[in-house]
Protein backbone atom coordinates (compact mmCIF):
# COMPACT_ATOMS: atom_id res chain seq x y z
CA UNK A 1 0.00 0.00 0.00
CA UNK A 2 1.14 3.37 -0.56
CA UNK A 3 0.87 5.59 2.45
CA UNK A 4 1.16 8.80 0.20
CA UNK A 5 -1.77 11.34 0.30
CA UNK A 6 -4.08 10.27 -2.66
CA UNK A 7 -3.86 14.31 -4.55
CA UNK A 8 0.40 13.70 -3.73
CA UNK A 9 0.35 10.15 -5.41
CA UNK A 10 -1.33 11.72 -8.18
CA UNK A 11 -0.13 14.85 -9.40
CA UNK A 12 2.67 15.57 -11.61
CA UNK A 13 4.71 17.91 -10.32
CA UNK A 14 5.64 21.59 -11.40
CA UNK A 15 8.21 21.13 -14.57
CA UNK A 16 10.62 24.18 -14.72
CA UNK A 17 12.15 25.55 -17.67
CA UNK A 18 14.96 23.05 -19.07
CA UNK A 19 18.62 24.05 -17.07
CA UNK A 20 21.56 22.69 -19.41
CA UNK A 21 24.15 21.40 -17.23
CA UNK A 22 26.73 23.97 -19.34
CA UNK A 23 24.81 27.07 -18.80
CA UNK A 24 27.30 28.68 -19.97
CA UNK A 25 27.25 27.75 -23.76
CA UNK A 26 23.75 28.39 -24.12
CA UNK A 27 21.73 31.83 -24.97
CA UNK A 28 19.07 31.55 -21.96
CA UNK A 29 16.44 32.73 -22.81
CA UNK A 30 13.61 30.32 -21.47
CA UNK A 31 12.96 31.47 -17.92
CA UNK A 32 12.97 34.96 -18.31
CA UNK A 33 16.06 36.20 -16.06
CA UNK A 34 17.56 39.65 -16.12
CA UNK A 35 20.66 39.60 -19.04
CA UNK A 36 22.40 42.04 -16.27
CA UNK A 37 23.64 41.90 -13.07
CA UNK A 38 21.92 43.24 -9.78
CA UNK A 39 22.85 46.30 -8.32
CA UNK A 40 26.57 46.54 -7.35
CA UNK A 41 25.46 47.21 -3.94
CA UNK A 42 23.84 43.94 -3.83
CA UNK A 43 27.44 41.87 -4.27
CA UNK A 44 28.80 44.85 -1.44
CA UNK A 45 26.42 44.34 0.66
CA UNK A 46 27.00 40.71 0.30
CA UNK A 47 30.89 40.52 1.26
CA UNK A 48 30.21 42.77 4.29
CA UNK A 49 27.80 40.55 5.65
CA UNK A 50 29.88 37.38 4.77
CA UNK A 51 32.89 39.63 6.45
CA UNK A 52 36.17 38.01 6.35
CA UNK A 53 35.50 34.42 7.70
CA UNK A 54 31.33 34.39 7.55
CA UNK A 55 31.34 34.62 11.12
CA UNK A 56 27.96 36.36 10.89
CA UNK A 57 26.44 33.50 9.21
CA UNK A 58 26.60 31.32 12.94
CA UNK A 59 23.95 33.31 13.64
CA UNK A 60 19.89 33.25 12.49
CA UNK A 61 18.67 35.60 10.33
CA UNK A 62 16.03 37.84 11.96
CA UNK A 63 13.03 36.11 11.63
CA UNK A 64 10.78 39.31 11.05
CA UNK A 65 13.24 40.43 8.11
CA UNK A 66 12.90 43.92 9.49
CA UNK A 67 15.27 46.08 7.44
CA UNK A 68 13.71 44.62 4.16
CA UNK A 69 10.36 45.23 4.83
CA UNK A 70 11.08 48.60 6.06
CA UNK A 71 13.24 49.29 2.79
CA UNK A 72 9.99 47.76 0.55
CA UNK A 73 7.40 49.83 2.58
CA UNK A 74 9.47 53.00 2.15
CA UNK A 75 9.76 52.43 -0.99
CA UNK A 76 5.44 51.72 -1.56
CA UNK A 77 4.54 54.39 0.89
CA UNK A 78 3.07 51.84 2.89
CA UNK A 79 3.48 50.73 6.82
CA UNK A 80 5.50 47.82 7.01
CA UNK A 81 2.83 45.83 8.57
CA UNK A 82 1.48 46.03 5.11
CA UNK A 83 4.55 44.29 3.33
CA UNK A 84 5.39 40.76 3.83
CA UNK A 85 9.25 39.26 2.37
CA UNK A 86 9.18 35.67 0.91
CA UNK A 87 11.86 33.23 -0.36
CA UNK A 88 10.93 33.87 -3.71
CA UNK A 89 7.17 34.80 -4.51
CA UNK A 90 6.53 31.27 -5.20
CA UNK A 91 7.08 30.97 -1.21
CA UNK A 92 3.97 33.58 -0.91
CA UNK A 93 1.94 31.77 -3.52
CA UNK A 94 1.81 28.61 -1.31
CA UNK A 95 1.51 30.55 1.72
CA UNK A 96 -1.63 32.38 0.24
CA UNK A 97 -3.27 29.16 -0.93
CA UNK A 98 -2.47 27.38 2.70
CA UNK A 99 -3.71 30.41 4.00
CA UNK A 100 -7.47 30.76 2.15
CA UNK A 101 -8.18 27.76 0.36
CA UNK A 102 -8.84 24.58 2.36
CA UNK A 103 -9.24 21.09 0.99
CA UNK A 104 -12.07 21.32 -1.26
CA UNK A 105 -12.61 24.90 -1.94
CA UNK A 106 -11.83 26.32 -4.75
CA UNK A 107 -9.03 28.77 -6.02
CA UNK A 108 -9.24 30.26 -9.79
CA UNK A 109 -6.89 31.64 -12.45
CA UNK A 110 -6.30 32.42 -15.97
CA UNK A 111 -5.14 29.87 -18.69
CA UNK A 112 -3.32 30.83 -20.03
CA UNK A 113 -0.83 32.26 -17.50
CA UNK A 114 1.17 30.80 -14.30
CA UNK A 115 0.41 27.14 -13.88
CA UNK A 116 2.22 26.81 -10.47
CA UNK A 117 -1.10 27.87 -9.07
CA UNK A 118 -2.42 24.60 -9.75
CA UNK A 119 0.10 22.66 -8.59
CA UNK A 120 0.41 24.22 -5.28
CA UNK A 121 -3.29 24.16 -5.23
CA UNK A 122 -3.49 20.17 -6.02
CA UNK A 123 -0.69 19.55 -3.00
CA UNK A 124 -3.32 21.60 -1.07
CA UNK A 125 -6.25 19.58 -1.72
CA UNK A 126 -8.48 22.57 -2.92
CA UNK A 127 -10.21 22.21 -6.08
CA UNK A 128 -8.84 24.31 -9.01
CA UNK A 129 -10.76 26.67 -11.76
CA UNK A 130 -9.19 28.35 -14.60
CA UNK A 131 -11.12 31.11 -17.04
CA UNK A 132 -10.00 31.24 -20.54
CA UNK A 133 -9.24 34.62 -22.35
CA UNK A 134 -10.98 35.82 -25.24
CA UNK A 135 -9.06 36.94 -27.88
CA UNK A 136 -9.15 40.68 -26.69
CA UNK A 137 -8.00 39.40 -23.04
CA UNK A 138 -10.99 39.42 -21.42
CA UNK A 139 -11.98 36.61 -18.67
CA UNK A 140 -14.17 34.06 -20.84
CA UNK A 141 -17.48 32.87 -18.71
CA UNK A 142 -16.33 35.09 -15.69
CA UNK A 143 -19.26 35.22 -13.26
CA UNK A 144 -20.88 38.75 -11.97
CA UNK A 145 -19.70 37.30 -8.45
CA UNK A 146 -16.82 34.85 -8.36
CA UNK A 147 -17.28 32.84 -5.03
CA UNK A 148 -13.75 31.31 -4.98
CA UNK A 149 -11.38 31.59 -1.88
CA UNK A 150 -8.61 32.81 -3.95
CA UNK A 151 -8.38 34.47 -7.60
CA UNK A 152 -4.68 34.69 -9.13
CA UNK A 153 -4.50 37.53 -11.60
CA UNK A 154 -1.39 37.82 -13.46
CA UNK A 155 -0.79 41.12 -14.55
CA UNK A 156 1.44 41.92 -16.93
CA UNK A 157 0.51 38.13 -17.73
CA UNK A 158 2.98 35.38 -18.52
CA UNK A 159 3.93 34.12 -20.90
CA UNK A 160 1.41 36.00 -23.45
CA UNK A 161 2.59 39.70 -21.91
CA UNK A 162 -0.24 42.06 -21.81
CA UNK A 163 -1.51 43.86 -18.89
CA UNK A 164 -4.79 44.28 -17.45
CA UNK A 165 -5.86 47.08 -17.02
CA UNK A 166 -5.94 49.90 -13.64
CA UNK A 167 -9.73 50.04 -14.23
CA UNK A 168 -10.14 46.81 -14.96
CA UNK A 169 -8.20 45.09 -11.91
CA UNK A 170 -10.10 47.63 -9.69
CA UNK A 171 -13.69 46.00 -11.32
CA UNK A 172 -12.14 42.69 -10.98
CA UNK A 173 -11.50 43.03 -7.20
CA UNK A 174 -15.03 43.68 -6.96
CA UNK A 175 -16.39 41.16 -8.22
CA UNK A 176 -14.49 38.63 -6.21
CA UNK A 177 -15.94 37.36 -3.00
CA UNK A 178 -12.70 35.64 -1.53
CA UNK A 179 -8.96 37.51 -1.78
CA UNK A 180 -8.26 38.52 -5.38
CA UNK A 181 -4.01 38.28 -6.05
CA UNK A 182 -2.38 40.24 -8.54
CA UNK A 183 0.80 38.17 -9.40
CA UNK A 184 3.21 40.98 -10.39
CA UNK A 185 6.20 39.58 -10.98
CA UNK A 186 6.42 41.36 -14.23
CA UNK A 187 5.17 44.87 -13.16
CA UNK A 188 8.63 46.91 -12.85
CA UNK A 189 8.64 46.23 -16.96
CA UNK A 190 5.13 47.11 -17.34
CA UNK A 191 3.80 51.13 -18.18
CA UNK A 192 2.43 50.82 -14.82
CA UNK A 193 1.07 48.74 -11.79
CA UNK A 194 -1.56 48.45 -9.08
CA UNK A 195 0.00 48.47 -5.98
CA UNK A 196 -1.14 50.96 -4.42
CA UNK A 197 -4.63 49.78 -5.28
CA UNK A 198 -4.37 47.80 -1.63
CA UNK A 199 -5.46 50.93 0.58
CA UNK A 200 -8.35 50.72 -1.42
CA UNK A 201 -9.58 47.37 -1.96
CA UNK A 202 -9.94 44.59 1.51
CA UNK A 203 -9.27 41.56 -0.89
CA UNK A 204 -6.47 42.75 -2.95
CA UNK A 205 -3.08 41.34 -2.47
CA UNK A 206 0.21 42.12 -4.72
CA UNK A 207 2.82 39.92 -5.23
CA UNK A 208 5.98 40.81 -6.49
CA UNK A 209 9.61 38.96 -6.94
CA UNK A 210 13.14 39.86 -7.19
CA UNK A 211 13.59 37.27 -9.54
CA UNK A 212 13.39 39.56 -12.66
CA UNK A 213 13.65 43.35 -13.05
CA UNK A 214 16.11 43.00 -9.89
CA UNK A 215 18.08 40.13 -11.72
CA UNK A 216 18.05 38.31 -8.27
CA UNK A 217 16.66 34.86 -9.44
CA UNK A 218 19.88 33.02 -7.75
CA UNK A 219 18.61 34.33 -4.07
CA UNK A 220 15.23 33.54 -3.80
CA UNK A 221 13.28 36.93 -2.62
CA UNK A 222 9.75 38.07 -3.46
CA UNK A 223 7.59 39.98 -1.35
CA UNK A 224 3.73 40.58 -1.22
CA UNK A 225 1.55 44.27 0.14
CA UNK A 226 -1.80 43.84 1.29
CA UNK A 227 -3.53 44.55 4.53
CA UNK A 228 -2.19 44.14 7.75
CA UNK A 229 -4.53 41.41 8.66
CA UNK A 230 -3.52 39.27 5.33
CA UNK A 231 -0.15 39.82 6.42
CA UNK A 232 0.13 39.05 10.24
CA UNK A 233 -1.71 35.90 8.57
CA UNK A 234 0.76 34.84 6.26
CA UNK A 235 3.62 35.28 8.84
CA UNK A 236 2.01 32.84 10.98
CA UNK A 237 2.27 30.27 8.56
CA UNK A 238 5.46 30.72 6.67
CA UNK A 239 8.68 29.04 7.79
CA UNK A 240 10.21 31.64 10.48
CA UNK A 241 13.73 31.88 9.29
CA UNK A 242 12.59 31.50 5.41
CA UNK A 243 15.51 34.01 4.37
CA UNK A 244 18.94 34.05 4.81
CA UNK A 245 21.28 36.45 6.11
CA UNK A 246 22.56 37.11 2.43
CA UNK A 247 19.34 37.13 0.62
CA UNK A 248 18.07 40.05 3.31
CA UNK A 249 20.91 41.72 2.78
CA UNK A 250 21.08 41.38 -1.24
CA UNK A 251 17.19 42.58 -1.18
CA UNK A 252 17.62 45.21 1.02
CA UNK A 253 20.66 47.02 -0.90
CA UNK A 254 18.52 46.16 -4.23
CA UNK A 255 15.42 48.14 -2.88
CA UNK A 256 17.61 51.22 -1.71
CA UNK A 257 18.75 51.33 -5.27
CA UNK A 258 16.26 52.52 -7.69
CA UNK A 259 18.46 54.43 -9.72
CA UNK A 260 20.02 51.28 -10.76
CA UNK A 261 16.84 49.50 -11.56
CA UNK A 262 15.44 52.42 -13.94
CA UNK A 263 18.57 52.25 -15.69
CA UNK A 264 18.73 48.76 -15.94
CA UNK A 265 14.70 48.13 -16.68
CA UNK A 266 14.85 51.41 -19.75
CA UNK A 267 17.44 48.92 -21.48
CA UNK A 268 15.31 45.57 -21.00
CA UNK A 269 12.13 48.02 -22.46
CA UNK A 270 14.55 49.37 -25.26
CA UNK A 271 15.70 46.22 -26.27
CA UNK A 272 11.79 44.16 -26.14
CA UNK A 273 10.38 46.49 -28.34
CA UNK A 274 13.80 46.56 -31.28
CA UNK A 275 13.47 42.72 -30.84
CA UNK A 276 9.26 42.98 -31.28
CA UNK A 277 9.67 45.27 -34.46
CA UNK A 278 12.11 43.19 -35.87
CA UNK A 279 10.36 39.56 -35.19
CA UNK A 280 7.21 41.67 -36.75
CA UNK A 281 9.47 42.43 -39.83
CA UNK A 282 10.27 39.00 -40.75
CA UNK A 283 6.57 38.02 -40.25
CA UNK A 284 6.43 36.88 -36.92
CA UNK A 285 3.07 37.94 -34.79
CA UNK A 286 3.94 39.22 -31.44
CA UNK A 287 1.79 40.85 -28.78
CA UNK A 288 2.58 43.87 -27.53
CA UNK A 289 4.59 43.26 -24.19
CA UNK A 290 4.65 44.59 -20.64
CA UNK A 291 7.13 42.06 -19.69
CA UNK A 292 10.91 41.14 -20.10
CA UNK A 293 9.76 38.93 -22.58
CA UNK A 294 7.47 38.44 -25.79
CA UNK A 295 5.21 35.89 -26.86
CA UNK A 296 5.70 35.75 -30.87
CA UNK A 297 3.93 32.92 -33.49
CA UNK A 298 5.95 32.59 -36.83
CA UNK A 299 4.34 32.73 -40.31
CA UNK A 300 3.35 29.06 -40.21
CA UNK A 301 2.49 29.24 -36.55
CA UNK A 302 4.73 26.81 -36.00
CA UNK A 303 6.74 27.00 -32.59
CA UNK A 304 7.40 23.72 -32.06
CA UNK A 305 9.56 23.68 -35.39
CA UNK A 306 11.39 27.13 -34.46
CA UNK A 307 11.97 25.88 -30.50
CA UNK A 308 13.95 22.79 -32.19
CA UNK A 309 15.83 24.53 -34.61
CA UNK A 310 17.06 27.61 -32.23
CA UNK A 311 17.88 24.59 -29.41
CA UNK A 312 19.98 23.05 -32.10
CA UNK A 313 21.94 26.77 -32.46
CA UNK A 314 22.04 26.38 -28.72
CA UNK A 315 19.57 29.00 -27.83
CA UNK A 316 16.57 27.97 -25.76
CA UNK A 317 13.62 29.70 -25.57
CA UNK A 318 10.13 28.50 -23.88
CA UNK A 319 8.11 26.15 -26.08
CA UNK A 320 4.60 25.01 -24.75
CA UNK A 321 3.05 21.59 -25.43
CA UNK A 322 -0.24 23.58 -24.45
CA UNK A 323 -2.52 23.29 -27.92
CA UNK A 324 -3.52 26.96 -27.25
CA UNK A 325 0.02 28.24 -27.02
CA UNK A 326 2.05 25.58 -29.46
CA UNK A 327 1.75 28.05 -31.94
CA UNK A 328 3.89 30.54 -30.44
CA UNK A 329 6.78 30.67 -28.66
CA UNK A 330 8.17 32.88 -25.58
CA UNK A 331 11.07 34.59 -25.93
CA UNK A 332 12.79 36.68 -22.67
CA UNK A 333 14.45 39.48 -23.54
CA UNK A 334 18.88 38.76 -22.96
CA UNK A 335 21.29 41.33 -23.93
CA UNK A 336 21.45 43.17 -27.00
CA UNK A 337 23.91 40.92 -28.52
CA UNK A 338 22.25 38.04 -27.48
CA UNK A 339 19.00 39.55 -29.39
CA UNK A 340 20.90 40.33 -32.16
CA UNK A 341 22.09 36.37 -32.64
CA UNK A 342 18.41 35.07 -31.84
CA UNK A 343 16.88 37.04 -34.42
CA UNK A 344 19.69 35.93 -37.27
CA UNK A 345 18.94 32.41 -35.99
CA UNK A 346 15.22 33.07 -36.69
CA UNK A 347 15.76 34.89 -39.94
CA UNK A 348 17.64 31.72 -41.08
CA UNK A 349 15.16 28.87 -39.88
CA UNK A 350 12.18 31.19 -41.65
N1 LIG B 1 4.75 34.50 -10.89
C1 LIG B 1 4.99 34.47 -12.19
C2 LIG B 1 3.94 34.94 -13.13
C3 LIG B 1 6.21 33.97 -12.67
O1 LIG B 1 6.44 33.90 -13.99
C4 LIG B 1 7.19 33.54 -11.74
C5 LIG B 1 8.53 33.03 -12.19
N2 LIG B 1 8.53 32.00 -13.06
C6 LIG B 1 6.87 33.58 -10.39
C7 LIG B 1 5.66 34.09 -9.99
C8 LIG B 1 7.81 33.07 -9.34
O2 LIG B 1 8.92 33.84 -9.20
P1 LIG B 1 9.95 33.65 -8.00
O3 LIG B 1 9.52 32.50 -7.17
O4 LIG B 1 11.26 33.44 -8.68
O5 LIG B 1 9.89 34.93 -7.25
Redesign the pocket.
Known amino acids: MNPLRNNIAEMNGYV??FQPADESAWIKLN??ENPYPPSPKVAEAIRAEVGADGGSLRKYPDAASREMRAAAAELFGVSPDWVIS?N????L?NNLIRAFAGEGEEIGYVHP??S?YSTLAEIQGARVRTFGLTEDFELADFPERYEGKLFFL?SPN?PLGFAFSREWIAAFAKRCAGMLVV?E??ADFADGDVLDLVREHENLIV?R????SYAL?GM???LAVARPWVIAALDKIRDHYHLDRLALVAATAALRDQDYLRQTLARIRATRERFTAELRAIGYRVIDSQGNFVFASPPDRDGGRVYQALFERKILVRHFSDPLLAHGLRISIGSESDMETTLAAMREIG
Not at 88 to 91: L, P, R, T, Y
Not at 209 to 212: A, E, G, I, Q
Open positions: PGTNAGSDELSYYTADAYTTFSKARLG
